[in-house]
C-alpha cells in the first residue's frame, strides 16, 4: 500500500472527525440534521436507523446515502444511494462497497476505508470535503456530513448527506467553527 500522503494527495478528498456532542451550530447547512441526530440520541452513544422516520429526512432527500459498516471483514456497503449522489458520481453506488465504482479503488478503501473504521471502533461525526472527477477531470466539489448510527456504543451505519459548493471554498472557510478535531 502507498503511505497515507501520498494516497491523501492522489483522491483529493479529506476526512474530519468531529466529536459526537459538537455545537450543531458549527456545522452550517447541516446544522439541523446534526441536531436531529443528537436529539434520537436519548442518553446513548449513537442514536439507531429505526430511531428516524423517511419524513425526517425530507430537506436532504436525494442527497443521502446509507451504508452498513460490515464486519468480519471489515466493508462499507452503501444500502442507499440518493439521487443526486447517483447524478453527481455518474453512478449509483447502492449496494455496492465502498471504491467499487472508482476509478482507483484502492486508494479510497485505503484513507475512506481507515476512516470508516475508525468511526466504526470509536464513534465520531464526520465533515468531508472533496472533487469529484469526470473522464480525470475535477467538476464537482462537495462537503457532506457523516453520522454514525448503532447500538452498544458500536457505529453499525453511516447517515450521510452532501451538498455542492463552489470549487474554490474549503470547510475552514465555510464551517469557520467547525470542530474537526483532526483529518483522516
Same mark, same amino acid.
Given at each position: 500500500?502507498?503511505?497515507?500522503?501520498?494516497?491523501?494527495?492522489?483522491?483529493?478528498?479529506?476526512?474530519?472527525?468531529?466529536?459526537?456532542?459538537?455545537?450543531?451550530?458549527?456545522?452550517? /447547512? +447541516?446544522?439541523?440534521?446534526?441536531? =436531529? &441526530?443528537? $436529539?434520537?440520541?436519548?442518553?446513548?452513544?449513537?442514536?439507531?436507523?429505526?430511531?428516524?422516520?423517511?419524513?425526517?429526512?425530507?430537506?436532504?432527500?436525494?442527497?443521502?446515502?446509507?451504508a452498513n459498516l460490515e464486519t468480519d /471483514? +471489515?466493508?462499507?456497503?452503501?444500502? =442507499? &444511494?440518493? $439521487?443526486?449522489?447517483?447524478?453527481?458520481?455518474?453512478?449509483?453506488?447502492?449496494?455496492?462497497?465502498?471504491?467499487?465504482?472508482?476509478?482507483?479503488?484502492?486508494?479510497?478503501?485505503?484513507?475512506?476505508?481507515?476512516?470508516f473504521f475508525g468511526m466504526q471502533k470509536?464513534?465520531?461525526?464526520?465533515?468531508?470535503?472533496?472533487?469529484?472527477?469526470?473522464?480525470?477531470?475535477?467538476?464537482?466539489?462537495?462537503?457532506?456530513?457523516?453520522?454514525?448510527?448503532?447500538?452498544?456504543?458500536?457505529?453499525?451505519?453511516?447517515?450521510?448527506?452532501?451538498?455542492?459548493?463552489?470549487?474554490?471554498?474549503?470547510?475552514?472557510?465555510?464551517?469557520?467553527?467547525?470542530?474537526?478535531q483532526h483529518y483522516y
Amino acid at each position: 500500500m502507498l503511505p497515507t500522503e501520498k494516497v491523501r494527495e492522489q483522491i483529493d478528498w479529506r476526512y474530519g472527525r468531529c466529536p459526537l456532542d459538537a455545537n450543531p451550530e458549527d456545522f452550517g /447547512p +447541516f446544522r439541523d440534521l446534526v441536531l =436531529l &441526530w443528537q $436529539s434520537k440520541r436519548q442518553g446513548r452513544l449513537l442514536p439507531t436507523r429505526a430511531d428516524f422516520q423517511v419524513a425526517d429526512f425530507k430537506p436532504w432527500l436525494g442527497r443521502i446515502a446509507i451504508a452498513n459498516l460490515e464486519t468480519d /471483514p +471489515f466493508n462499507v456497503r452503501f444500502v =442507499l &444511494w440518493g $439521487s443526486d449522489l447517483a447524478t453527481w458520481w455518474d453512478a449509483d453506488y447502492t449496494n455496492k462497497c465502498l471504491g467499487d465504482l472508482a476509478t482507483r479503488p484502492e486508494l479510497f478503501k485505503e484513507i475512506e476505508g481507515r476512516y470508516f473504521f475508525g468511526m466504526q471502533k470509536d464513534p465520531f461525526i464526520g465533515l468531508v470535503e472533496g472533487q469529484l472527477e469526470q473522464q480525470y477531470q475535477r467538476y464537482r466539489k462537495l462537503m457532506g456530513v457523516d453520522l454514525p448510527l448503532g447500538t452498544n456504543g458500536t457505529a453499525e451505519k453511516v447517515l450521510m448527506v452532501h451538498q455542492e459548493i463552489h470549487h474554490t471554498e474549503s470547510l475552514e472557510e465555510l464551517l469557520p467553527e467547525n470542530p474537526v478535531q483532526h483529518y483522516y
